[in-house]
């Protein structure tokens, strides 16, 4: 693994610790909270089954009732043994388990075992009924009585207290159950905080990375474009340089016998080239200055008609062999532009006209205004442009994949339509391609009118 690589890991690694104590936080805290109330649940039902007083109010009852009993005559044997049988209940079920502790906390487990000892002595069951028995138990009765009285008092005294410590339990208890699900709570905030940021973290990153690997390409796509650009340029190039040094070498190698003729053709081939170098130097300046973003372009008023019809009769100069016509509507016709770079565009469809349509052909250049714009449309009557070509002629470095040499040398970089495009833009105008295969094409440039009141429309 590489080095960054292992920073990363590292660096992912500290980024969700925090998570661990977290979630120890949230489980601890929340077990807690449920281990409290379990407990809570626990305690006050054991609570409601140890109800003492309950207990000895009943003894206190059925012992009063077998006082009641035991001194009436008109009391059958049988409902006084009934009667002694449940006392002796009562008193064993308080000498017993919980209720026998109870007792014994509060100091009265000897008097009531006592009390059981006692009764038990005058059993009817194991003496037989007689007077003298019922009149002990009538005795018995009347002598435990206040002592059960005194056990029901402090058993309720008792009992309010430890109700009193239990509802204080209950309610530290309670906070504790409340705080605790409180910092669960916290602990299960402050996680989904972390995780979130994480998860930010994590998407930032892959967008910083997204970013790089985009510049990246672009980097690549920008060396790629200048080195084919650097090759066809060069290319370019060498063929007109190689025209002016072989139409000289002709002209050295005849020496004196030089004709006017053959220094009129000569210049002819010369002029044509350097026409074409300064094309290509002019071309690749403005291309440089459009990446760069330093092309400003120079707005000013001008007349379409004027400018075109200078750039018609110089082609017309350089190419005396070609029929170019030439018409301009009605109106003043002026457009918002630079007349640099309305030239330089004018220029290159007028070439590319020159160049892709056979020499016998008329081209034709027309100035009119619609919808308020001013345009200036080249037509041929050329080959067409491939439907597949359309898409593409405004790309740098496209060249039509069956271009017809027409009356040119068929050379080109593939440059000028683009750059022409990229200028129509610049000042806020457009480039329209018109064609029909085997029968010609028509370049338009569109530019805005300098005063659209007074653009008529043709
Ligand atoms: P250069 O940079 O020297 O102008 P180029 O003429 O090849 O080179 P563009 O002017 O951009 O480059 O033209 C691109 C392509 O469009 C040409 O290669 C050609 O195939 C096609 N094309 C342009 N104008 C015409 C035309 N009037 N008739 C037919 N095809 C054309
Ligand atoms: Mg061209």
Redesign the pocket.
């Known amino acids: 693994m590489s080095g960054q690589g292992a920073r990363e890991l590292r660096k992912t690694w500290a980024s969700y610790a925090p998570l661990v104590p977290l979630l120890l936080i949230f489980v601890g805290s929340l077990g807690l909270a449920l281990a409290k109330s379990s407990a809570l649940e626990r305690d006050m039902r054991i609570a409601a089954t140890q109800n003492m007083l309950w207990v000895v109010t009943q003894t206190q009852m059925e012992n009063l009732m077998l006082t009641l009993a035991a001194g009436t005559r008109s009391a059958t044997d049988d409902e006084i043994a009934q009667r002694f049988d449940l006392v002796m209940s009562r008193l064993n079920l308080m000498n017993e388990g919980p209720q026998a502790r109870y007792l014994a906390d509060i100091g009265h487990l000897d008097t009531v075992q006592l009390m059981s000892r006692d009764l038990l002595a005058l059993d009817p069951l194991e003496h037989g009924h007689s007077p003298e028995l019922h009149a002990g138990l009538f005795d018995f009765g009347l002598r435990i009585q206040p002592q059960i009285n005194r056990i029901a008092n402090d058993v309720m005294t008792t009992d309010w207290g430890k109700t009193a410590a239990r509802l204080d339990d209950y309610r530290a208890t309670q906070q504790v159950i409340i705080l605790s699900v409180a910092l669960a709570l916290t602990a299960a905030l402050a996680v989904s905080w972390l995780l979130l940021r994480n998860q930010r973290r994590l998407y930032l990153t892959q967008m910083e990375r997204m970013r790089t690997t985009t510049l990246l390409e672009q980097e690549r796509d920008s060396a790629a474009m200048y080195r084919d650009f650097a090759a066809i340029v060069s290319h370019?190039m060498r063929t007109p340089l190689s025209l002016i040094d072989s139409a000289m070498h002709r002209l050295s190698r005849k020496g004196g016998d030089v004709t006017a003729q053959d220094v009129q053709e000569r210049r002819a081939i010369v002029s044509d080239a350097i026409g074409r170098l300064t094309?290509?130097v002019d071309?690749v300046l403005l291309l440089a200055k459009l990446d760069n973003d330093q092309l400003q372009a120079q707005f000013a008023p001008l007349s379409m008609c004027r400018l075109v019809a200078s750039l018609v009769n110089e082609a017309q100069l350089r190419h005396p062999e070609r029929a170019l016509q030439f018409t301009c509507a009605e109106g003043p016709l002026m457009v918002q532009g630079d007349p640099h770079l309305v030239c330089h565009i004018v220029d290159?469809?007028l070439?590319?006209?020159l160049?892709?349509?056979p020499c016998d052909t008329e081209i034709t250049l027309r100035v009119f205004s619609q919808d308020g714009q001013i345009a200036c449309s080249?037509t041929?009557q050329?080959?067409?442009?491939g439907q597949r070509?359309i898409p593409y002629?405004?790309d740098r470095y496209?060249?039509?994949?069956d271009?017809?040499t027409?009356c040119g040398t068929g050379?080109?970089?593939?440059?000028?339509?683009?750059?022409?495009h990229e200028l129509a833009q610049l000042q806020g105008g457009r480039l329209t391609v018109y064609?029909c295969e085997g029968k010609?094409?028509v370049?338009t440039l569109w530019l805005a009118c300098a005063h659209p009141d007074t653009a008529g429309d043709p």
Do not use: C
């Not at 496209?398 to 994949?401: F, H, I, K, S, V």
């Not at 050379?411 to 022409?420: D, Q």
């Open positions: 370019q094309r290509l071309t290159n469809l070439s590319n006209a160049k892709y349509s080249v041929d050329g080959p067409g442009i070509d002629l405004f496209y060249r039509g994949q271009h017809v027409g050379h080109g970089t593939g440059l000028g339509l683009a750059v022409s064609t010609g094409s370049f």
